[in-house]
T-cell receptor, first 111, second 111 residues
Framework: SQQGEEDPQALSIQEGENATMNCSYKTSINNLQWYRQNSGRGLVHLILIRSNEREKHSGRLRVTLDTSKKSSSLLITASRAADTASYFCATDEKGAQKLVFGQGTRLTINP | DAGITQSPRHKVTETGTPVTLRCHQTENHRYMYWYRQDPGHGLRLIHYSYGVKDTDKGEVSDGYSVSRSKTEDFLLTLESATSSQTSVYFC??????????FGQGTRLTVV
């Protein structure tokens, strides 16, 4: 089974609102990453947070990590139509040399 | 896209035929991955490589084999294609188990 599970599976909001997506995972990790995928294209890396970090910011993105709950959240502030995409979390398990993705959240920003 | 090329980009093949997908990189990254993406399943790891001739199975490796005889190329082979292997296949590369760069994907249809 997949390591990461995103919640919700789909999210639709108005432009300008904030969007929050959550990711839960199962094992101990070295880091957690978030990616974006525009329709039909390859994934693009957004941000990486290490297991010893609790929060990280990059522009309009804010990521939190709670290793005790094995969960992470991605907040996109002041959303724009161009943010419409699918968002995936990915984890790097401790002791494993692989990157495992979740099922993704499909975000739609309505103008 | 970060020096990673997948070929072919589209392929239609018949059930029972062998198929090889190629991932080529010019970044000299150590890690290479093959994922498949299907609706409702996100990205699932098929096989990955952490060096020349060093490969390992992912979560959905049955029916697939890989080879990495040189740093720049990672080949994915479907020994005898089945309809269940109809999917979009993505290759990714990374210097460590950190930020990954994705190819544009290969859309494979098995009829």
């Amino acid at each position: 089974s997949q390591q990461g599970e995103e919640d919700p599976q789909a999210l639709s909001i108005q432009e300008g609102e904030n969007a929050t997506m959550n990711c839960s995972y199962k094992t101990s990790i070295n880091n957690l990453q978030w990616y974006r995928q525009n329709s039909g294209r390859g994934l693009v890396h957004l941000i990486l947070i290490r297991s010893n970090e609790r929060e990280k910011h990059s522009g309009r993105l804010r990521v939190t990590l709670d290793t005790s709950k094995k969960s992470s959240s991605l907040l996109i502030t002041a959303s724009r139509a161009a943010d419409t995409a699918s968002y995936f979390c990915a984890t790097d398990e401790k002791g494993a040399q692989k990157l495992v993705f979740g099922q993704g959240t499909r975000l739609t920003i309505n103008p | 896209d970060a020096g990673i090329t997948q070929s072919p980009r589209h392929k239609v093949t018949e059930t029972g035929t062998p198929v090889t997908l190629r991932c080529h990189q010019t970044e000299n990254h150590r890690y290479m991955y093959w994922y498949r993406q299907d609706p409702g399943h996100g990205l699932r790891l098929i096989h990955y490589s952490y060096g020349v001739k060093d490969t390992d199975k992912g979560e959905v490796s049955d029916g697939y084999s890989v080879s990495r005889s040189k740093t720049e190329d990672f080949l994915l082979t479907l020994e005898s294609a089945t309809s269940s292997q109809t999917s979009v296949y993505f290759c990714a590369i990374s210097p460590g188990v950190t930020e990954a760069f994705f190819g544009q994907g290969t859309r494979l249809t098995v009829v």
